[in-house]
């Protein structure tokens, strides 16, 4: 298993432009996570989903639209990205809300918006 | 709002010492998570707390979960260089998906 992946790993963007970043997982999980990381304020939530075909919004979603078509991929898309979006994107899965489960994340894509 | 805080953010200490992580969180929550992040890596899961007065270790790493207090704690116990990185403690959020991250302590264990 590889877990959860995340492509791509670097990326540098001028203000304006788009892009979109894939997470995929291959264990079967039910929920997925976006989050970004940014020097001393931890991990923000930005979209989720708990399903196959659903979104919702999390504490950050300003500047992003997200898409889950198929159960192992969760996309994360910039439609005119900002020098505020500079920021370590991580995305997550968990397989149900039992109590027992724990988010698995993926190695994360640093984004540089110019 | 559900803020999360933890504190100290940074955390310089001699091996072989004790140290607490502290982290409060500012309305009820089902479950609370402590995680790892070594830099420029990902986030590694290490505990999940369920229920008032529960308690998990690991090697040198014990986490405990006071939920009247809203407050969790992470103890270091001999501290060891390899322990050295970020850790975070996060909270779901009751009745929702969400989970929310406090700002991490970033701990340097000195040799």
């Known amino acids: 298993n590889a877990g959860v992946t995340q492509t791509p790993k670097f990326r540098v963007l001028k203000t304006g432009q788009s892009m979109t970043l894939l997470c995929a997982q291959d264990m079967n999980h039910e929920y997925m996570y976006w989050y970004r990381q940014d020097p001393g304020m931890g991990l923000r939530l930005i979209h989720y989903s708990v399903g196959e075909g659903t979104t919702a919004k999390g504490e950050v979603p300003d500047g992003y639209n997200v898409s889950r078509l198929k159960k192992q991929n969760f996309l994360l898309g910039l439609e005119s990205a900002a020098p505020s979006q500079t920021s370590v994107y991580f995305c997550?899965?968990?397989?149900?809300?039992?109590?027992?489960?724990?988010?698995?994340f993926g190695p994360g894509t640093r984004l540089t918006v110019l | 709002e559900l803020k999360v805080e933890q504190n100290p953010l940074f955390l310089s200490m001699q091996e072989g010492k004790n140290y607490t992580i502290y982290c409060n969180y500012s309305?009820?929550?089902?479950?609370l998570y402590w995680y790892r992040q070594d830099p420029g890596k990902s986030l590694e899961s290490l505990f999940v707390l369920l229920s008032n007065g529960a308690v998990k270790q690991e090697g040198r790493l014990m986490a405990s979960l006071d939920t009247k207090a809203r407050l969790s704690t992470l103890h270091i116990t001999a501290a060891v260089h390899d322990l050295s990185a970020t850790y975070f403690c996060?909270?779901?959020?009751?009745?929702?998906?969400?989970?929310?991250f406090g700002t991490g302590t970033r701990l340097k264990v000195l040799a």
């Open positions: 996060a909270v779901l959020r009751s009745g929702t998906y969400k989970y929310i």
């Open positions: 309305t009820t929550s089902d479950r």
């Open positions: 997550a899965s968990i397989a149900s809300m039992s109590s027992t489960d724990t988010q698995y």
